[in-house]
């Protein structure tokens, strides 16, 4: 078998971001990605997911009342960031996305958050792909909640190419999250919003 050469994509950043705002004004559910030079959608996310996002929120907020959990913010991700994701959740402080627009910055995120849907991307698209564009960026911290492997993986100390650390744990163990979020994750609630 021959080393498959990955085809950069013949649509710029710029003209991205237009097609996935047109796409979102057809149908708002619509949630394009730009990753690695490949347009890939976003799947919708289920009543279980959102109660994570919904419980991870919460704590996020127990830790510093100066942070949010932004849900589906667009980033501008990936080297010179030439890339566009939309984490399930953006942890940074109040007022880090004012005046940014449909895609934002980087600069501020404390930790990202993704939560599996299940979709037939997900291996590639939320374990191989943004956990590198996270780290080319520099977020501290990429959360993953994996809902098919039940454990939460804990990427930090990112070098420009990939996370140096990586903690996985099953739901049920409490996993510290380490600076700049700095707290423990007790995952026993995750247990219930596992289909």
């Known amino acids: 078998m021959g080393v498959t050469e990955e085809r950069p994509s013949i649509l710029s950043q710029e003209q991205f971001e237009e097609l996935a705002h047109l796409g979102n004004r ?11 030079g490949r347009i890939g959608e976003k799947a919708a996310p289920d009543g279980d997911h959102g109660r994570i996002i919904e419980w991870l929120t919460r704590l996020c907020i127990q830790a510093d009342v100066g942070w949010w959990l932004y849900a589906d913010q667009g980033l501008r991700v990936e080297s010179s960031r030439k890339g566009n994701a939309r984490p399930d959740g953006s942890l940074a402080p109040t007022d880090t996305f004012v005046g940014q627009g449909e895609w934002a910055s980087t600069d501020g995120v404390l930790m990202v958050v993704e939560v599996t849907s299940g979709d037939s991307d997900t291996t590639n698209r939320d374990r191989v792909e943004k956990p590198r564009a996270y780290a080319e960026t520099g977020i501290p911290v990429y959360l993953l909640i994996d809902r098919e492997t039940c454990e939460v993986k804990v990427h930090s100390l990112p070098d420009g190419v990939r996370y140096e650390s990586v903690l996985t744990v099953p739901f049920g163990k409490t996993v510290p999250l380490p600076d700049p979020v700095g707290f423990d994750l007790d995952t026993e609630p995750l247990k219930s919003w596992v289909h």
């Open 26 to 36: 057809v149908d708002e559910s619509l949630r394009l990605e730009f990753i690695n």
